[in-house]
């Protein structure tokens, strides 16, 4: 019964390689976001995204490409990964835009 | 400022109160959280306030807010070995756009 689901839950890459994570969530909401956590903990949103509309985060390199095969999943694409993309990536979803957001568990990136 | 504030560290005996306070920025966000973030976990939605309301309460959780001064608090009755964790206070800024923006959250330590 999970709502928020994250694959994999820990990714070890070396640097240059192009690697991607999936999210999936359960809770039939219309909107899922991706969030970066860094060393210190410190959250920022990189994405939001429906059916309608993607806003990116204008801080987030372009090297980061989300994609939504359906409204249950957004999955995050990184290309030529690099040692400060090693992170906590979040990602979350709610009924609609700016209502409560409910999140996955995770995933660790850790880039060599 | 652009930042959520939260004191970093907060301590206590189990059995007492504690309380996590949190400066936030925008005056037109509409709700404020607060996140919990168990050490190698994800994010979990403890409580959540609407901006319209002053105190909203929830078994051992009270959360105040004085939108004059954006000062939102997060108070926890009973304090609980399993209450340690880090406490994510979050702002819905952006209106429509439903972006979370977090302070840097209170790492609760809590002794026996």
């Known amino acids: 019964d999970t709502a928020v689901s994250q694959t994999p839950k820990y990714l070890v890459t070396q640097m240059g390689n192009d690697k991607s994570i999936k999210c999936e969530q359960n809770?039939?909401?219309?909107?899922m976001y991706w969030y970066k956590q860094d060393s210190k903990k410190f959250l920022k949103i990189m994405f939001s995204?429906?059916?309608?509309?993607?806003?990116i985060n204008e801080t987030v390199p372009n090297r980061f490409s989300p994609k939504s095969p359906d409204k249950a999943h957004l999955n995050l694409h990184i290309n030529s990964l690099e040692l400060g993309d090693s992170a906590v990536y979040f990602c979350?979803?709610?009924?609609?835009?700016?209502?409560?957001?409910?999140f996955g568990p995770g995933t660790r990136l850790t880039v060599l | 400022g652009e930042d959520v504030e939260q004191s970093l560290f907060l301590s206590v005996r189990e059995g007492d109160s504690s309380v996590i306070n949190c400066t936030y920025t925008d005056s037109s966000s509409t709700y404020l959280y607060w996140y919990k973030q168990e050490p190698g976990a994800g994010l979990q939605l403890l409580t959540y306030i609407f901006s319209n309301m002053d105190m909203k309460q929830d078994q051992r959780l009270t959360v105040l807010l004085n939108k004059k001064d954006k000062h939102l608090s997060l108070r926890i009755a009973d304090t609980q070995t399993g209450d340690s964790a880090i406490y994510f206070c979050?702002?819905?800024?952006?209106?429509?756009?439903?972006?979370?923006?977090f302070g840097k959250g209170t790492k609760l330590s809590v002794k026996p």
């Open positions: 979050a702002e819905n800024r952006g209106g429509s756009q439903g972006n979370l923006i």
């Open positions: 979350a979803s709610s009924h609609y835009r700016a209502d409560t957001q409910y």
């Open positions: 995204y429906n059916n309608k509309e993607l806003i």
């Open positions: 809770l039939g909401h219309d909107t």
